[in-house]
């Protein structure tokens, strides 16, 4: 499973580390693979211009000491020096190697632009001149390489708060800090390529980890000789409304893809006709009272998505909420619980879908906040109200408290599209009612989504029911994914 750390942590795994080497062995390991990164990426070296950014700080000695290695083979260096100080060694090793200090004009005529401002010692929004180098190396025609992280990006949160550098390459040093794998962050890191500088055994527990496809192989349930449509798990769906039948529609196809023995829909009239015209699979009853008892037994529901508002919604949400199994709430469900919260107090697990927008609602904070700063607000809502969170958007998060972070790396931008969130929410129920945890169920279903939305995509818009079609394939996938 790729892992991710805080800059502490790195901070911590290196002073462990350091402390057994001669003084500069790091930063010569980790200028060795830039290096070798940059060389790459020009094809050939010699008589290329290379554009080093150079920050005061250690960040600027790994640009500094790969910069020597690219003008030896050839390369035509140039460093702009952008702090008080300058890594002293690292510029004479430059200089003795024929590159040469230069002013910022050289960015523009750079075919290769090396962003050694800042790494995991920034604090807060770039300052100047720093902060109009990233945008001059943005506007550049040059490839930008970014050292460690792209500067301007909080290494340890994925938070932009001004100008930063977008990288087309990332070389990170020793592990993946979380900052690279969380957004904003990670849409300005472009691809990430790792270094090895032997960080390995001296790093801790992970701040955050990616579900990888063999993970979710080995946590998908899978039907057994004994298995019947009982045993296999089954979802309640509370979902629709006159006004919005295909949420309910969505959920239920979600549902069925996902794996689960049966599914028992509930709701009103309009939603009912469409789900039985759909789905003739799924159980389903009139609901003309908001009462759930004759729906009969299920091992999990999914609560909320087109369900509205009204009261009957909320009398509804109240007795799903009243049982004994895990619920998992999405959309109007989750507005009726922002609006009475106390409907979240009972004993059985709960795992919220939310985007930001429905998350700032819950945890009464700003929507841009949230976008701003994702796996903090995530941790917080788990925290806070007691739930598995699983935070919807460019990267989707999942958390709970007492467990690290996850982040799903599967997603595409095509699934930025009206009803696809219903999809997730009935593919994750199912893996609730499969017996999954919330975690696992969220972290999975997550990742099925992300990756049916792929395969249903394959470069071209798509629409939410192609994504629960998609789910089996996914799913195949995932399945066949070597050991
Ligand atoms: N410590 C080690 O053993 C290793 C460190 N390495 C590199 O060293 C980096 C960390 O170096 P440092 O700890 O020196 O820190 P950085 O180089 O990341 O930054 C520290 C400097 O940036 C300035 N700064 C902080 N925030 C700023 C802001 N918002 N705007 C402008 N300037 C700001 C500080 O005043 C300080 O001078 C890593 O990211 C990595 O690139 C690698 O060489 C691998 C080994
Ligand atoms: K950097």
Redesign the pocket.
Known sequence: MPTAFT?DQ??GA??A??ARLPEGT??Q???AGLAAVCADLLGRVYGRRVVLLV????????ALYAGERLARRGARVDAVL????THEAGLRALLDAGGRVAEASAIGRADLIVD????????????EP??RLAQEADAARGVVVA???P??VD?STGRVEGPAVRARVTVT??AYKTGLLVDPGAAFAGDVRLID?GLGEHLPDPDVAALTARDVRDLIPRPGEESDKYRRGVLGVAAGSDLFTGAAVLAVGGALRGGAGMVRYAGREAPVAQVRARWPEAVVTLLGEPSIEQVGRVQAWVLGPGLGTDDWAHELAARVLATDVPVLIDADGLTLVAADRALLRRAAPVLITPHAGELARLIRADRADIEAARLEHARRAAAELGVTVLLKGSTTVVAEDGRPALVNVTGTPWLATGGTGDVLSGLAGALLAQGLSCYDAASCGAYLHGLAGRLAADGAPLAAADVATAVPAAIRTVTSAGS
Not at 55 to 62: E, V
Not at 116 to 127: D, E, F, P, Q, S
Request: aromatic content about 2%; cysteine-free.
């Open positions: 800059a790195i901070r290196e002073h580390l350091m790091l930063m390991r980790a200028a920050g005061s700080g250690d960040n600027g000695g790994d952008a702090g008080s100080r050694g401002l800042v790494g995991i010692g920034a604090a807060g929004a770039l300052r720093y902060a050292v460690d992280v500067s301007g290494a040093m020793g500088i």
